[in-house]
């Protein structure tokens, strides 16, 4: 479970979260949705300890979460950046068992290896991949090393930064059932922003929408489409009039 | 009237604490560095490649600075030396030049332009593709992973390098001094070996270390400082060499204060 209570954070003049409440139950998948710069990724940043909150209290299974994150924190956590944020320097089967060559969860390097072709493999990708490097792939490819990197440890809670951004329909697709699929058969609890509303209906059970520095509305999703606010009306369906100004 | 007047002390006063305020984040990096040095877990596969891309690939700059340097220090010094008949004097100040100053310093600068940029380049590359926010959350520490490694090879690849541009500078005086101020092969060599101190060669050693913990702190604080975008990492690069390049003048300076003032 994890547990946000009254969070604030301001970037100079900028006050990104302005007193954000939420909670995740355990084994759910709350996708958070919210325009451009309305702090969606600091919040996540400030639940895994990189950025550090002006006020508020966040806990994961009761633990308060502190900056910089402890060890044995970050080891309940797997995550998805938007741009994959591979290792440049080291080969795709590196990239993803990274947490098993070094660190509590090292394991003989032939071991580290072989966990990381099955996790290619289970996000789609062939052996041959693994002696590639992160250069020599494409948006898609990528985002699955990204994605097979995060589920590597078989983390608790798994985050996901934009997942579909960049890719084109038929790939966000896939990631997009990857993800379900995978968040159901580790029984992860899953939080992803996202602004693609077809990964929403992919991905979430339930949702929360980010706006102003605080959670304007939060539901479960088969809600979402019936709730009268006028924020999430006018974001799902991608009207340029509303409440929310289309210049920010 | 009163603002007008304050207002180029409030500049200067903001110019100040500003400066101080650089000064106080990078003193408390070092002091991270510094401490991850003693703490495990050690990276010994990324010191390796550090120490090679550091060492072993700034070799031939590092020579092809020094072979030249040694050459027209031995064309300058026989110039200079011939006003009051010290002709004979080129080789022990082409090798205590070499050994003492322009071998650290030029190889220090050197390596800075090479290494100081490549590193800042990298790492701000690094921290604006969020690897190293992914990093930090495959519980890595980035100082412990990507700054110790590279700090301690370049404190200690360059003095080796320094060592290797001494002795190539040598060679390149002794190569002009055979080939175009006629003296004698066995003789210049003899001069060098005879006038030559192991403090000499030493305290090059010893800036070496200091220059090469410079330049790797200066590559990697940028490099983690940096802003975002292409521009963001071109700055942090551009920060990396000129501070490092300025450092290492100032550090020295203060040494050869230190080992050498009577």
Redesign the interface.
């Given at each position: 479970m994890i547990r946000i209570e009254g969070l604030h954070k301001t970037f100079g003049s900028n006050a990104v979260l302005q007193g954000v409440d939420l909670s995740v139950a355990r084994g759910e998948s709350l996708v958070i949705i919210g325009g451009s710069g309305t702090g969606k990724s600091v919040l996540l940043?400030c639940i895994?300890?990189?950025v550090r909150p002006d006020r508020g209290r966040i806990t994961v299974d009761g633990q308060p979460a502190t900056v910089?994150?402890s060890?044995a924190m970050?080891?309940q956590?797997?995550?998805l950046?938007?741009?994959g944020?591979?290792?440049?320097s080291l080969p795709v089967w590196q990239n993803v068992a990274?947490?098993l060559l070094?660190?509590?969860?090292k394991r003989p390097r032939d071991e580290a290896r072989a966990i990381a072709i099955e996790k290619l493999r289970r996000v789609g990708l062939g052996p041959n991949v693994a002696d590639l490097f992160p250069a020599e792939l494409s948006g898609g490819m990528q985002k699955r090393v990204g994605l097979a990197?995060a589920i590597a440890a078989e983390p608790q809670i798994i985050f996901f930064d934009e997942p579909t951004t960049g890719l084109d329909p038929i790939m966000a697709g896939v990631i997009n059932d990857l993800i379900r699929e995978i968040v159901v058969e580790m029984g992860a609890t899953a939080m992803t922003i996202t602004h693609d509303m077809s990964s929403v209906r992919a991905i979430a059970d339930s949702v929360a929408m980010l706006h102003g520095g605080v959670i304007r509305w939060t539901g479960p999703i088969d809600e979402m489409d019936s709730t009268p606010d006028p924020y999430v009306q006018q974001f799902i369906h991608g009207r340029a009039e509303g409440p929310i100004a289309a210049i920010r | 009237m009163t603002d007008a007047l304050l207002a180029p002390l409030a500049s200067l006063g903001r110019g100040t604490l500003m400066a101080l305020a650089a000064v106080g984040r990078l003193a408390i990096f070092a002091g991270q560095v510094l401490g991850h040095l003693v703490r495990p877990p050690f990276y010994g596969r990324e010191f390796l490649l550090a120490l090679l891309q550091i060492g072993w690939f700034s070799l031939p700059v590092v020579g092809m600075t020094a072979v030249f340097t040694g050459g027209a220090l031995a064309l300058q010094i026989y110039a200079g030396g011939a006003r009051f008949s010290a002709e004979s004097v080129v080789p022990s100040i082409v090798a205590i030049g070499m050994t003492r100053e322009l071998g650290p310093v030029l190889g220090g600068l050197m390596v800075a332009a090479r290494v100081a940029s490549s590193i800042a380049a990298e790492i701000g590359t690094m921290k604006v593709t969020e690897q190293i926010d992914a990093l930090t959350t495959l519980s890595t520490n980035p100082v412990k992973y990507l700054v110790v490694p590279r700090v301690v090879a370049a404190t200690l690849a360059v003095p080796v390098l320094v060592a290797a541009g001494d002795s190539i500078g040598i060679m390149g005086g002794w190569l002009v001094g055979i080939t175009r101020l006629d003296f004698n092969s066995a003789t210049y060599l003899k001069n060098t070996a005879d006038f030559l101190e192991a403090w000499d060669v030493g305290s090059g050693l010893v800036k070496g270390a200091v220059f090469g913990f410079i330049i790797a702190l200066m590559g990697c604080y940028h490099g983690m400082q940096s802003g975002r975008g292409a521009q963001g990492v071109g700055a942090a690069t551009k920060s990396a060499v000129v501070s490092a390049s300025v450092l290492i003048l100032a550090a020295n300076y203060l040494l050869t204060e230190m080992f050498f003032s009577t």
């Open positions: 940043k895994l300890g990189l910089p994150a060890e970050l080891a956590f797997g995550m950046f938007q741009g944020a591979l290792f440049d990274f947490r070094r660190g509590h969860l990197r | -």
